[in-house]
């Protein structure tokens, strides 16, 4: 058998030996998650069911993963740039299974068990951990040394939104919406995105009017409860309340109000359900026109009840509202009228919108306007404060994404960049999106990661339905997580010394300044970069 210890930076493909410098240390700070790899051949068939084992101080806190290999669908768009693995590829190396030691493995063919410290105990100084790989009756030890500065990460700055979608979870799991099943596998969830640093959780007032095809819907998830009687509105916030408290006991600092328009124009209402005079039937949706007259008189009437509300909740300042997402050039008069409707009830409340034409901002449409990441130079020049956000189209011009076909270099770079650009927000839209495009139906997703050929394999979502209603994680999604303990370092380190000194400490000896379209792509750039933030911390 072989075996080597990689970063978390590299993925091991089947038919490919790793041919990388071993990575046998690093250092981390004390409150830090860090993962490593151990990549393995089973060299003949008594090999092939590897038992492993953790000799260290930190073993109690240390999990231990088998990678599993996922099939990919669709990889990318006909204008994918280099920046990729063989776009051919029918599966890559993504989900994190917890190994038991009874996984089989085929000989001849690399596999990789990934590491987790998740550390629980105030631990610092080098620590030693030792991997013992049992084969057959061969066995093997590798050793892996951590250096835990005596420093701890401070709280996470930027906002970072990865659209949450209950309605996958209601359908995955077949529970009915708000049932108490339902609250417990909603929160498992929670607490896992809000661990691996999502802060920001979409928050389903009515259901979002999200990917969903013109004139279909999407399962009803509206926390509020709406009673009409004649032309009169009441509201009911008992489940808005629940899910607000249970964000806030598990981490999630601030909400994304589902948007109160239609994707991809504002034409329309989203669906909205309510009792008319005892029967529950649907009394908006894409037959009422937005700017029509009945909608916004029933958003007036929400909008004093939302207000007195959220006041009561003590959450104003954390709410976000969103008007309509990614509007396009030609949109920009639908998409203002039903702006004037929002500014005029939410006047003092923060708004955001994924959009990426300047014009919406300069016209005064949008006081927060999320971009991609292609236009961020745009953008960062002319708004006060910046965001930006990444979804199937970043897949040219080198930009940062999480793919199943993009090296995980390309994921977690994201940190650097958000630290150089000052980011206050980051959006991408698929946590747990295990739809077709649509929303036309539900898939498997440990067999269909492409939203039924609609996206690359990777966009709709980083984490797998587990049984028992627990999430899985995939390897995207721990990466994605060491970018934004990246950018948390980069904050300490400017804490200590100056935002100057950091930038200059981030561009030594580029030939170029860095940007979204312009970063090293070795992973021996970023891990020594972040070796070096750790070195003048620990200074």
Not at 94 to 113: A, C
Not at 137 to 142: F, G
Not at 373 to 384: L, Q, T, Y
Request: aromatic share 14%.
């Amino acid at each position: 058998m072989k075996a080597i210890l990689l970063s978390s930076l590299s993925k091991v493909f089947k038919d490919i030996e790793p041919n990388e410098t071993e990575f046998s240390d690093f250092s981390s700070l004390k409150n830090e998650n860090f993962s490593f790899q151990v990549a393995f051949l089973p060299e003949n068939d008594s090999e092939t069911q590897p038992k492993i084992k953790i000799i260290s101080d930190l073993a109690d806190d240390i999990n231990v993963y088998f990678v599993r290999n996922i099939p990919a669908g669709r990889n990318g768009y006909e204008n994918s740039d280099s920046f990729h693995y063989d776009l051919e590829r029918k599966e890559f190396p993504d989900l994190l299974e917890q190994f038991d030691n009874t996984v089989k493995l085929t000989v001849g063919e690399w596999y990789s068990f990934w590491l987790e410290y998740t550390p629980t105990k105030d631990v610092a100084g080098e620590q030693e951990i030792v991997v013992e790989i049992t084969a057959g009756d061969k066995e093997l030890t590798k050793e892996f040394k951590l250096n835990i500065l005596n420093h701890n990460l401070p709280e996470q700055e930027l906002l970072f939104t990865n659209w949450f979608h209950n309605d996958c979870i209601c359908t995955y799991y077949n529970v009915d919406v708000f049932s108490d099943e339902y609250w417990c596998i909603v929160e498992r969830f929670i607490k896992n995105a809000a661990d691996h640093g999502v802060n920001m959780l979409l928050t389903p007032v009515f259901t979002p009017p999200l990917d969903t095809e013109v004139g279909g819907e999407r399962p009803t998830v509206q926390l509020v409860g709406v009673e009409k009687n004649d032309f009169q509105y009441s509201f009911d916030f008992t489940n808005f309340r629940k899910y607000v408290n249970l964000c806030l006991n598990n981490g999630i600092k601030a909400f994304e109000i589902s948007h109160f328009f239609t994707q991809w124009g504002a034409k329309h209402a989203p669906k909205i359900v309510a009792k008319v005079n005892g029967e529950e039937k649907r009394i908006f949706g894409w037959e009422t026109a937005a700017s029509g007259n009945e909608y916004k008189d029933f958003l007036s009437a929400f909008s004093v009840a939302f207000k007195e509300e959220v006041d009561n909740l003590g959450i104003k300042e954390r709410c976000w509202l969103h008007v309509s997402d990614e509007p396009n050039e030609s949109q920009v008069e639908d998409y203002k009228k039903a702006a004037e409707i929002i500014h005029e009830l939410f006047d003092d409340f923060n708004m955001l919108d994924a959009l990426s034409d300047i014009r919406y901002y300069k016209n005064g449409l949008i006081k927060t306007p999320v971009c991609s990441e292609g236009d961020a130079d745009i953008f960062r020049a002319e708004v006060d404060d910046f965001w930006t956000y990444y979804c199937c189209g970043q897949v040219h011009d080198f930009l940062p994404n999480r793919m199943f076909s993009q090296p995980s270099v390309r994921n977690r770079v994201l940190g650097v960049l958000l630290y150089k650009y000052d980011t206050k927000g980051f959006l991408q839209w698929g946590h747990n999106f295990w739809y077709s495009q649509y929303s036309k139906h539900p898939v498997d997703p440990f067999k269909v990661t492409d939203a039924g050929g609609g996206f690359p394999s990777g966009d709709s979502f980083v984490v797998y339905p587990g049984e028992g209603g627990k999430p899985l994680n995939s390897l995207r999604h721990l990466v994605f997580a060491d970018a934004l303990q990246d950018l948390r370092a980069l904050k300490l380190l400017e804490a200590y010394t100056s935002r100057e000194y950091v930038l200059s400490l981030i561009e030594k000896d580029l030939d170029i300044p860095l940007s979204f379209k312009t970063y090293p792509h070795e992973k021996s750039w970023l891990l020594n970069l972040r070796k070096t933030i750790n070195k003048e911390i620990a200074k």
